[in-house]
């Protein structure tokens, strides 16, 4: 079985700030790593995804996240956050072998202060 | 670009009716998916379809039914409508083959059933 754990429920930071947001799995097989962005009042759209190959994936809007097997980790980052980062960010994992047994973590909610 | 659409964005029911949300997307996926989305909880799978006609049951598919008549449209049926199912409910949409693709999302559908 697997697990998501977004360490965070919400993280506060000023706008033009670095961010990371905490994310860590659980799993005996191998899996694909995701992060999704849900704005106020929309569905979830991706963000980036690590399938293999480097460990530090680009994603969309200036998102980063680096994948460490060792730790079980999927961090997201961003180096300077604006107004319009302001969103629930949701990490999931999936199996190699399915393509249904996507696990999300609980969203951890990101508030931009001016 | 992909697009998954959600009939209903805001719906109030009464306790007892039965409820259909329907979800239609238009990029030939053959995954579609039912979640329900919940403060804390993150997204839990109601129910999975991989093709017309073919379902799974997800982690929360009690008082929940589906149906997918055709490939491009996928059916929440609640058949009775209890004050706990209140809730947001997204569809989402995939390609089958298990090689880490994207799951492209609705814009949900806001359910409050008094």
């Known amino acids: 079985a697997q697990s998501v754990t977004q360490l965070d429920s919400q993280v506060p930071v000023f706008e033009e700030a670095p961010v990371e947001l905490r994310c860590n799995y659980s799993?005996?097989?191998?899996?694909?790593l995701f992060w999704y962005v849900q704005y106020p009042n929309q569905g979830l759209q991706l963000l980036l995804k690590?399938?293999?190959?480097?460990?530090l994936v680009k994603g969309i809007n200036g998102f980063e996240a680096e994948f460490n097997k060792s730790q079980t980790s999927f961090h997201l980052r961003k180096p300077s956050v604006h107004i319009s980062d302001t969103a629930e960010y949701f990490c999931?994992?999936?199996?190699?072998?399915?393509?249904?047994?996507?696990?999300f973590g609980s969203g951890t909610r990101l508030s931009i202060r001016p | 670009d992909v697009k998954v659409t959600q009939s209903s964005r805001y719906l109030v029911k009464r306790t007892g009716e039965k409820v259909f949300l329907e979800c239609v997307q238009d990029m030939d996926h053959e995954n579609m998916f039912w979640y329900r989305q919940d403060p804390g909880l993150g997204l839990r799978l109601i129910y999975f379809?991989?093709?017309?006609?073919?379902?799974e049951k997800g982690d929360i598919p009690e008082g929940y039914s589906v149906s997918r008549e055709k490939k491009e449209r996928f059916s929440l049926i609640l058949e009775s409508a209890s004050t706990n199912q209140t809730s947001m409910y997204l569809c989402?949409?995939?390609?089958?083959?298990?090689?880490?693709?994207?799951?492209?999302f609705g814009e949900g559908s806001w359910l409050t059933v008094v």
């Open positions: 999931a994992v999936r199996p190699y072998s399915s393509a249904s047994k996507i696990i």
């Open positions: 989402a949409s995939s390609l089958r083959d298990t090689s880490g693709n994207t799951i492209y």
């Open positions: 690590y399938l293999s190959g480097s460990t």
């Open positions: 799993s005996s097989v191998s899996v694909y």
């Open positions: 379809s991989y093709d017309v006609k073919m379902k």
